[in-house]
């Protein structure tokens, strides 16, 4: 073995033709980059959102409003949904793990527990947050409301 028949490992290159390495290659003078201009220049990089001069379109549209970046997200829960698992399961306690176990939310959600529909059931409700509603449905049907 000799340097005359070094070859690179196969799958290692990937372009057949080297870019700018003379007339005889077929691809040199402007090496593939058309003739002056920004895009022909070495360095050149464009800045994400750039629109050739025109104005971005992230600097056209308005902003307005308030994002806050301390928002609780909360998932709701309507106590007709905590009626049904309660006669589907035959549970009294309800907690975010029962719900989440149901398919109702998901593991890591914050949840509120909304007034929509009856509730008939004598259930202990454990949740993050409760409507007025829902609070008073659930306490008229003899249940208790702890708020985690």
Known sequence: MDLSNLK???GSTHREKRIGRGEGSGHGGTSTRGHKGQKSRS???RKVGFEGGQMPLQRVVPKFGFKNRNRKEYKGVNIEA????ADKKGL???DV????NNGLVS???LVKILGNGKLTAKLEVKAHS???SAEA????AQGTVVKL
């Open 97 to 100: 793990e029962t719900l989440a």
């Open 43 to 45: 360095g050149y990089s």
């Open 8 to 10: 690179p490992a196969e």
């Open 137 to 140: 449905a659930i306490i008229e």
């Open 130 to 132: 409760f409507s007025k």
């Open 92 to 94: 009294t306690t309800i």
């Open 82 to 85: 905590l009626q049904l698992l």
């Open 107 to 109: 593991k890591r959600d």
